[in-house]
């Protein structure tokens, strides 16, 4: 049986209203991927995805705050981004799964579309060995 | 022991900011401004780190990191690519090039760059 998912911290909230947002969000994602213990390539990583999350988003005319958290799954951590996604309220469920992967799935592990009033677009990064901070040990 | 920083920028006004930037925390820097002068001097004499900037005359940046990330004698060489080329798809070029970190040129480019070397063991 696969373990229970738990937020855990950080809570991070981003507001996306215009394109001036695009900077503090990928700030705000490289800080909370930070936080979780994320190497350095791995939030460059997070950032572009949450970037590419504000793109959706300001491309759908919307403004939507997204949620950065950390996630605990056993024993491993993982950062999710999720935003309530409106504009795909309308959409075919399988269409709008197919082009969340197409253009986030490069950079996460997990880019869904779950279903709801509103539906809302959920991804994760989970933290694995390579993915993770080294032991500070100077060159 | 100051550690040595290998800093590829064709723009001087850039190279200059950047270098002013690592400088003010015990680096010491030493400049080239295109792709094949980068992977010369990395291979001849290896630096700690390399900071590489994407848009460069001759070889892009991605080019120089792909070479770098290849060749035994520099692929252990941390790579911070630092770009005005920020979209995600670029962000993802950049990390599977091989880079340890890529950080756009925005207002936090400098903090984001004296993590990333406190990450790395190169300052305090």
């Given at each position: ?9 950080p809570?991070?909230l981003i507001e ?24 350095t390539a791995?939030r ?23 949620h ?5 799954q ?7 981004i ?16 197919l ?5 986030l ?7 869904v579309?779950?279903?709801?009033d ?12 390579a ?6 040990t100077?060159? | ?7 590829v920028e064709?723009?001087p ?10 400088e ?13 002068d980068?992977?010369r001097e ?13 848009n ?10 792909r ?19 920020a979209?995600?798809?670029e962000?993802?070029?950049g ?29 305090e």
């Amino acid at each position: 049986m696969e373990a229970q998912r738990i937020k855990v911290p950080p809570v991070m909230l981003i507001e996306v209203e215009d394109s001036m947002d695009l900077m503090l969000a990928r700030n705000t994602a490289r800080r909370a991927a930070s936080l979780l213990g994320f190497n350095t390539a791995s939030r460059a990583q997070i950032a572009g995805a949450v970037a590419s999350l504000v793109s959706i988003i300001l491309n759908a005319g919307e403004q939507q705050v997204i949620h950065l958290h950390g996630l605990r799954q056993g024993v491993t951590t993982g950062l999710q981004i999720r935003c309530e996604a409106p504009w795909l309220a309308s959409a075919s469920p399988e269409n709008a799964a197919l082009a969340l992967k197409t253009k986030l799935g490069s950079m996460v592990d997990e880019a869904v579309l779950v279903a709801g009033d509103p539906p809302s677009i959920e991804m994760v990064l989970w933290r694995s060995e390579a993915r993770s901070m080294p032991r500070k040990t100077a060159p | 022991m100051a550690y040595e920083v290998l800093l590829v920028e064709d723009s001087p006004t850039q190279a200059h900011q950047i270098r002013e930037t690592l400088e003010g925390v015990g680096l010491l820097v030493r400049v080239v401004g295109d792709g094949p002068d980068a992977v010369r001097e990395a291979m001849t004499h290896p630096p700690h780190l390399i900071v590489l900037d994407v848009n460069l005359p001759s070889m892009d940046g991605y080019q120089v990191c792909r070479r770098l990330k290849r060749n035994p004698s520099t692929r252990d060489i941390p790579v911070i690519m630092l770009t005005e080329h920020a979209s995600p798809k670029e962000t993802m070029t950049g990390l599977q090039a091989g880079a340890d970190d890529y950080i756009p040129k925005d207002i936090f480019a400098g903090e984001h760059l004296l993590d990333t070397l406190r990450e790395l063991g190169l300052i305090e």
